[in-house]
Each structure stands twice: as C-alpha cells, then as structure tokens.
C-alpha cells in the first residue's frame, strides 16, 4: 500500500505540473487536466501507480523494464479476457458488453494521454521504442474489434465468429453487418477513426522525438571528441 500511495502522490505531482505548465494553456490545458484525472478511472493506471515511485526514486533500466513488462501484460490480459468474454454464453453478454465497454473506454483514455500529456516534459515516462509502441497499438486495435465484436453479437444474435467477421469489417471500412445496430457501426467508424488520428499522432511525433533524441547523442558525442 505505501507504494501505490507514493505513486498517488507522484501522480499529484504530475497533475499539478499539467496546471501549472506554460507549455500548453486555455483549452488545451483543460483538456490535459480532464485526460489526465480520467487515468485514475481505469483499472490498468493502479498496478501502474504501484509502479511508479520505484521507477521515480531509481530510474534504472531494469526498473523500467520491470514497469513496462507489467503494462504489456496488463494490456495482453484486456485482450485475452475480451476474447474469453465474446466465447462465453450469449445469455449472460449484457454483462460482457459493459466490461467490454469499460475496457474500451480505459484504452482511449491511456490514447489520448499519450496524445495530449505525453508531449509535456517529466509528465509520462519516455517510452522504450518505437517497436515497442508499434506493437502495444497493433494489440490495442485487436481490443476494439474484439471488444465491437461483442456488442454486435449481443444486439444482432451473431455467432462468435460472425461477431468478430462484422467487426472486423467496420473496422476495415469495407463492410458493416446486415443485422448490427446503427448505433453501435456509427460508434465503431467513429473511434476507429479517432484511433487512427491518435496513432498517426503519437507514432509520428515520437518517431520525431527519438530522432531528436538520436541527433542530440550524436552532437554531444562529437563535442566530446573534439
């Protein structure tokens, strides 16, 4: 308990930090302040928090290693469950649908921090690669289909597998379900698009970050030499 309490106290650190900012103001900084106090209001930011002061007070790489390897197993766990949940009896999917909804709702709020908090200074933790985020977005997109899935198989009486087809049609663009509810294809288009602003976004921000990073080391490494 007295690590998950550090890390509150470290998050509260960070948030004031996004207020008090002169990187960003007026709306933006609102949004950033609302983007990140919605963190606390998803399961995976907990085991996180738990993390974070280890990682604060001894920055090595193993900790870090230690951190993200908790993280990726918390993301995969999402997806697995998911999975589980759209081959489980049809009877009980209501209950799925909101688990799954919630899930989805976690996954946009760590996007858009990502997006929004990630490009202050000290506010998130650098992140390992851009391989690393490359893959942790692939997963992320296996999460929203499966997760659509669901809703189509519990609103249109789908099997499994046809679940899961139409949603990777919608996702695709190139089809939507015979029988799915409207609103339930309006809401996939509309954040299958959001999730693709989002990862065109950070991947090439990032991508940008690291090669600025990688010309910083170059030019500190020639001012040594000479």
């Known amino acids: 308990m007295d690590g998950l309490r550090q890390g509150l106290l470290i998050w509260r650190q960070r948030h004031s930090a996004i207020a008090t900012s002169k990187e960003v103001a007026g709306l933006e900084r609102k949004t950033d302040l609302v983007v990140h106090?919605?963190?606390?209001?998803?399961?995976?930011?907990?085991?996180?928090?738990?993390?974070?002061?280890?990682?604060?007070?001894?920055?090595?790489?193993?900790?870090?290693?230690?951190?993200?390897?908790?993280?990726?197993?918390?993301?995969?766990?999402?997806?697995?469950?998911?999975?589980?949940?759209?081959?489980l009896p049809r009877e009980t999917s209501s209950v799925y649908c909101w688990i799954a909804g919630y899930l989805v709702f976690g996954l946009f709020v760590s996007l858009f921090n990502i997006v929004f908090v990630g490009k202050l200074d000290k506010a998130l933790p650098?992140?390992?690669?851009?391989?690393?985020?490359?893959?942790?977005?692939?997963i992320n997109a296996a999460e929203i289909v499966v997760a659509f899935a669901i809703f189509y198989r519990h609103a249109s009486g789908y099997s499994a597998d046809e679940a899961f087809f139409n949603s990777l049609l919608v996702f695709g663009t190139i089809g939507y379900p015979a029988q799915g509810n409207h609103y339930i294809v309006a809401s996939q288009i509309a954040l299958d698009f959001v999730f693709l602003a989002i990862f065109l976004s950070a991947f090439v921000g990032r991508l940008s970050a690291f090669n600025r990073m990688s010309e910083a080391s170059q030019a500190n490494g020639q001012l040594k030499g000479e």
């Open 126 to 138: 650098p992140t390992a690669s851009i391989e690393r985020s490359l893959l942790l977005f692939i």
């Open 37 to 87: 106090a919605l963190r606390l209001a998803t399961w995976i930011e907990w085991p996180r928090l738990f993390y974070e002061y280890s990682w604060q007070h001894t920055p090595s790489v193993a900790t870090q290693r230690r951190r993200n390897g908790i993280v990726e197993l918390c993301i995969l766990f999402e997806l697995l469950l998911l999975a589980i949940m759209l081959y």
